[in-house]
């Protein structure tokens, strides 16, 4: 089965979807460009092995154009096929996540409200807070038990939500459900879905 905007892999019976995360295509465009990069430094470092042993430099000169090529063709469908398999699910119920971590298998991480308890948020670097892209972590409730009261990692049991635009506001909106799940059950069937723009914007 394939993830759509509209149904998902496991979805239960009457689960509505309030948001669907996908990483940010600045992500994958940066990821890109560092397949290009190395594509980049196996040509040179082949073209000047060429040039130092002249005897068979031709033959590096053809490895060096084939190799470079080849992992540019490889490295691109990876990425491309790694963002479009990167999807999570934050439903009125739990928060799934679909992690490719090979080519053709995917892990599915799931955390139900009941289990989650917190919600941090941070951007990596300076370029990608201006940029509105960071993570969005949602604690489950057994690494509070193992850790002081300011987490500062992540486990096996939590969410990690990576490149993902507006992640404060998406943050702010994940604590909002925890919040009305937990003291309001009735009103959560009275949640908007999350609209991924600036505030003043989503309605």
Same mark, same amino acid.
């Given at each position: 089965? *394939?993830?759509?905007e ?5 979805q ?8 669907v ?14 397949? $290009? ?9 082949? $073209?000047?092995?060429?040039?130092? *042993? ?5 033959i $590096?000169?053809? *490895?060096?154009?084939?190799t470079?090529?080849? *992992? ?21 119920? %739990? ?31 300076i370029?990608?807070?201006q940029?509105k892209?960071?993570?969005v972590?949602?604690?489950a ?9 300011n ?16 992640? %404060? ?22 949640? %908007? ?10 309605f």
């Open positions: 089965m *394939i993830n759509t509209n149904l998902f892999y496991g239960q019976e009457n689960e509505r979807i309030l948001f995360a996908h990483p940010h295509f600045i992500a994958g465009f940066t990821n890109l460009v560092k397949v $290009f990069l190395i594509a980049l430094v196996t040509f040179l470092v082949f $073209f000047f092995l060429g040039k130092e *042993i002249s005897q068979i430099s031709n $590096f000169y053809i *490895i060096g154009t084939i470079p090529l080849t *992992i540019i063709i490889v490295g691109s469908k990876l990425v491309d096929n790694f963002q479009k398999r990167n999807i999570s699910y934050i439903t009125d119920r %739990r928060i799934i996540r679909f992690d490719p971590n090979t080519f053709f298998a995917t892990n599915i991480r799931t955390l139900s409200w009941d289990e989650a308890v917190k919600v941090k948020t941070y951007s990596p670097n370029i990608w807070k940029l892209i960071g993570t972590v949602v604690h409730r057994t690494t509070v038990k193992t850790s002081d009261e987490i500062s990692h992540t486990s096996a049991d939590d969410i990690e939500l990576n490149d993902i635009y507006l992640y %404060r506001d998406l943050g702010n909106y994940v604590d909002k459900i925890l919040f009305t799940y937990k003291q309001l059950p009735k009103e959560m069937a009275n949640i %908007r879905s999350f609209v991924p723009k600036p505030k003043g914007e989503r």
